[in-house]
């Protein structure tokens, strides 16, 4: 099945889903608009597009939601609540709301992704939390060296929640690619943010899922995959009152 559909009483052949394609999987033939048969990766610049929505993806289910310019953002407001974000490391015992956490997810979803992959798959840990965490403990607590933290962990005390701070949400988020993932973690922590969540990258469990088959066995990571980023989310028990400096900025442009 092609993965277009395109109406051809709505389409007035304007040419803006050809010459938006990244593609070239469309193209125009005697005034009609007209697909290649192998080619697309699915988009949706073509739907996205569309001043008369003639075209609609085989494959996927739409809402006609309409865009949301990034423009109607106050651009000072969003760069400050970004230089704000804090790492959260204390948190309090209270549940995040299913809600909050498909808002998440979506997020995640629509993330960008290399050639429209959509590769990124996200593990919320749940019952599975203690059990994972136990063995992420165990593991440093033998003393295994992971990566160059061993004079670091000489100097801490390996807590029963040292990896997940007692927090009431971990989302294990893994792919064949670290940007896709990377970027998809990304989107997550400025929607958790919003939502009055803390967030803290958790990336001693992403190096005990390199060290430890059983707890690859445990999250059920897919094959091909790598853990790219663990999220443990809640609500802060602090509330951080600056901005922290950062150094310089190191840019070279030519």
Do not use: W
């Not at 600056?242 to 030519?254: A, G, S, T």
């Amino acid at each position: 099945m092609n993965p277009i559909l395109i109406d051809d009483e709505k389409c007035i052949a304007c040419s803006s889903c050809i010459n938006d394609c990244p593609n070239s999987f469309i193209y125009m033939e005697d005034g009609k608009i007209q697909t290649h048969d192998k080619g697309c990766m699915e988009c949706g610049h073509c739907y996205a597009i569309c001043p008369e929505g003639a075209i609609k993806m085989a494959n996927y289910d739409f809402s006609d939601e309409m865009v949301v310019s990034m423009t109607e953002i106050n651009e000072d407001t969003l760069l400050n609540a970004m230089k704000s974000r804090r790492t959260t490391r204390q948190f309090k015992p209270i549940e995040v709301e299913d809600e909050k956490i498909n808002m998440i997810l979506e997020a995640g979803r629509y993330a960008p992704t290399g050639a429209n992959s959509q590769d990124v798959k996200y593990t919320i840990l749940g019952s599975k939390q203690a059990e994972a965490e136990e063995i992420c403990v165990n593991l440093f607590r033998k003393g295994k060296k992971v990566g160059n933290i061993s004079s670091y962990l000489r100097r801490i005390e390996v807590t029963d929640d040292f990896f997940f701070k007692g927090a009431p949400l971990v989302i294990v988020v893994s792919s064949k690619s670290n940007i896709n993932a990377g970027l998809a973690s990304a989107y997550m922590e400025i929607m958790a943010n919003s939502l009055g969540l803390g967030v803290l990258y958790s990336g001693f469990f992403v190096m005990c899922t390199k060290l430890s088959r059983k707890l690859r066995n445990l999250i059920e990571l897919e094959k091909g995959h790598e853990v790219v980023s663990c999220m443990v989310i809640g609500y802060p028990k602090v509330k951080y009152q600056r901005i922290v400096p950062r150094k310089d900025l190191q840019v070279n442009r030519f």
